[in-house]
């Protein structure tokens, strides 16, 4: 669940804004560009939609909105923000976008252009934190997509694995430090329904406990010092593949 921001005193835009994510998320007002800044400052959003109309008097003679705008970029975490605009403010909302804007919504509000907004944004937070994830693993040596052995012991643990592979149950992979876990978990991943989705090994051990909650769950925007973004849990990034702690 995401929570919004809304700023507008139009009751024609913010209904139906409303009505769109409504159950889904979670929902604030603001009549005004300054109660809207104030309510950023003291609370905790992940999208700020901003009714251009309301702030469009104050747009310099030169069309340049960064000025207007600028104080809304301000925050530590930053905000997604997604501008509301009319036909007569088009060229305003794309400004905006350039300006650092996440994107923008036209007047009069349509549901379905409301939907595909959002999910844009969802999909960029997800594409984000797998971004994230595989930055960390570029370094790392690739995993021989292919096991070959002649030795007898392992050809039982390869025939076990590949009849495991097919299930969704969780599988326990023993075996000293070294002797190839990893390579293993890989093996099932890629003989599994689920090798066209993501991989995800995560090294428990070599993060500090007070992390390991969020590396695993992921956490919200300010939730603590340093989290300038929400970011997704390695749960949720593996989701309809594998993952392997």
Same mark, same amino acid.
């Given at each position: 669940?995401?929570?919004?921001?809304?700023?507008?005193?139009?009751?024609?835009?913010?209904?139906?804004?409303?009505?769109?994510?409504?159950?889904?998320?979670?929902?604030?007002?603001?009549?005004?560009?300054?109660?809207?800044?104030?309510?950023?400052?003291?609370?905790?959003?992940?999208?700020?939609?901003?009714?251009?109309?309301?702030?469009?008097?104050?747009?310099?003679?030169?069309?340049? =909105?960064?000025?207007?705008?600028?104080?809304?970029?301000?925050?530590?975490?930053?905000?997604?923000?997604?501008?509301?605009?009319?036909?007569?403010?088009?060229?305003?909302?794309?400004?905006?976008?350039?300006?650092?804007?996440?994107?923008?919504?036209?007047?009069?509000?349509?549901?379905?252009?409301?939907?595909?907004? =959002?999910?844009?944004?969802?999909?960029?937070?997800?594409?984000?934190?797998?971004?994230?994830?595989?930055?960390?693993?570029?370094?790392?040596?690739?995993?021989?997509?292919?096991?070959?052995?002649?030795?007898?012991?392992?050809?039982?643990?390869?025939?076990?694995?590949?009849?495991?592979?097919?299930?969704?149950?969780?599988?326990?992979?023993?075996?000293?430090?070294?002797?190839?876990?990893?390579?293993?978990?890989?093996?099932?991943?890629?003989?599994?329904?689920?090798?066209?989705?993501?991989?995800?090994?995560?090294?428990?051990?070599? =993060?500090?406990?007070?992390?390991?909650?969020?590396?695993?769950?992921?956490?919200?925007?300010?939730?603590?010092?340093?989290?300038?973004?929400?970011?997704?849990?390695?749960?949720?990034?593996?989701?309809?593949?594998?993952?392997?702690?």
């Amino acid at each position: 669940m995401w929570t919004f921001l809304v700023v507008t005193d139009d009751d024609a835009l913010y209904r139906p804004i409303q009505q769109t994510l409504a159950g889904e998320h979670a929902m604030e007002r603001a009549l005004s560009p300054a109660a809207g800044l104030e309510a950023a400052r003291t609370h905790r959003y992940d999208v700020l939609m901003l009714d251009l109309a309301l702030i469009s008097p104050m747009i310099p003679h030169d069309g340049d =909105i960064r000025s207007v705008m600028a104080p809304f970029y301000q925050y530590k975490p930053p905000l997604e923000i997604v501008v509301i605009a009319n036909r007569n403010l088009l060229r305003h909302a794309v400004s905006a976008v350039k300006g650092g804007a996440s994107d923008y919504l036209t007047a009069p509000i349509d549901a379905d252009e409301v939907k595909l907004v =959002i999910e844009g944004l969802q999909k960029s937070a997800l594409l984000q934190s797998e971004l994230d994830y595989l930055r960390g693993q570029v370094l790392k040596p690739h995993v021989l997509d292919m096991v070959r052995t002649g030795a007898p012991a392992m050809k039982k643990v390869l025939e076990k694995a590949q009849s495991v592979a097919p299930t969704k149950t969780t599988v326990l992979i023993t075996g000293e430090t070294g002797t190839g876990k990893g390579v293993l978990a890989r093996y099932i991943h890629r003989n599994s329904k689920r090798e066209k989705h993501q991989f995800i090994s995560l090294h428990c051990g070599a =993060i500090p406990d007070s992390l390991l909650e969020s590396e695993l769950f992921g956490h919200e925007k300010g939730a603590f010092t340093g989290a300038v973004r929400k970011k997704l849990g390695k749960f949720e990034i593996a989701r309809n593949g594998s993952i392997f702690l």
